[in-house]
């Protein structure tokens, strides 16, 4: 099969949208399929010296340049959707001249990852896979108090999302010309249907590699102290003061510290933060640290805390199950279907003053029951193995046999 991905964002030995970019081409080229890949010149050095060491033939990575002026624009305050924007329309152009040439059985848009941008190669008319996508989230506005200055940013969002949803003509075209459209969660399933989408299917984006599993499952011995870690960048939407506000709320007998792993916009406020809710002797904020230091973190951690307001499928809870950590988070967004129900406890999203007190009951009730969290953190490592990069590009490769042209072809061929 001669496969075409799109991947804006794409880079070797990265996380978030960069990793996923990049384990798409990978993983698909592993499977043995002839795959053409677009992406942006960012990576380029990392990329080329990766696919020189790979040695795989089947692997082409086609480098789409932009002029400098629209480059310029991305170095600026929502400078990302031009950039973005005027990329799609020329990879469409770069994909239109290698389809004359090679004829693509199929095409898979897996980077960037968001509903309101959609993709330009709807207009291959070659069968198309869209996603896995998110942008279906918005932060609920009742806890804007922890955005702080932030809010604005918030809600500027939330308008380019519908503007884009308006005026963007490759949405609502992505959405009914794509054979399968395959969403992170279910705000974005709902959005992707409610824009035409044929055929959404829930699929998670999040995976590992399998190298990146401990050697054996983490036994951890009940301790009088408990152990919790938080691992994220410190932006306003990853919820990291509520957070500390539910865990002043915890009674005062418990003993626990709270340990930080990251850095980010709100670098400076953290310490303001651990002031406020007088937790100076039980948080450890380590700011970013190697990669290393943060697999040390989740094997000597007894509960991972995360509760992002805004997220589409967040990396960082597969990371944690599969170091055996259960997880409290809230009932919201990625969390909400990435986090199995048996794999730790998501607290309803309310009012601000409610959540906090039921993540506070949620970390004393865990405490208080340590085989709990034995059982949770051992259904979230069984769950985790089930999210490796392999096996997901094995599940998608099901959906490429169903969707290919080439599939359609020997139907044709057959009647």
Known sequence: MKLLLSAYACEPHRGTELGNGWNWALNTAKLGYEVWCLTTVEGRESIEKEVKRLNMPNLHIVFVELPA????????????????????????????????????????????????LGTALWRLNKPLIFGPAG????????????????WKTEVLRSWVSKILLKVNPDVRKTMRRSSLVLTTNEDTYNMARDLGALNPKMFLDTSLPED????????????????????????????????????????????????????????????????????????????????DEVKRAYTES?????????????????????????????DLHGGKNLVP?????????????????GLARSVEKLYDNPELREKMGRAGYSFSKSQTWPLKTKHINEFYAKYSLAKHKELTIEN
């Open 341 to 357: 129900d048996n794999a730790g406890i998501k607290v309803p999203v309310t009012t601000p003053e409610l959540t906090a007190q």
């Open 135 to 150: 942008g279906g989230q918005e932060a609920p506005k009742a806890f804007k108090k922890y955005f702080y200055g932030w």
């Open 302 to 330: 007894d509960l991972f805390m995360f509760c992002s307001l805004r997220d589409s499928s967040a990396a960082q809870f597969l990371e944690a199950m599969a170091y055996g950590l259960p997880v409290l988070t809230l």
């Open 69 to 116: 002026w629209i480059d310029k624009a991305f170095e600026y305050h929502l400078g990302f959707y031009p950039h973005y924007l005027y990329w799609q329309q020329r990879a469409f152009q770069k994909a239109k001249e290698l389809d004359r040439e090679i004829d693509f059985d199929l095409v898979h848009h897996v980077t960037i990852g968001s509903l309101q």
């Open 212 to 291: 990146f599993y401990p050697p054996a499952y983490p036994e951890r011995a009940p301790a009088k102290e408990l152990k919790i870690l938080w691992v994220g960048r410190l932006f306003a939407r990853k919820g990291l003061p509520l957070v500390l506000e539910a865990l002043s709320k915890v009674r005062p007998d418990l003993p626990f510290k709270l340990t930080i792993l990251g850095d980010g916009h709100m670098h400076d406020m953290v310490p303001q933060f651990i002031e406020q809710y007088k937790l100076q002797d039980k948080v450890n904020w380590k700011g970013q640290v190697p990669w």
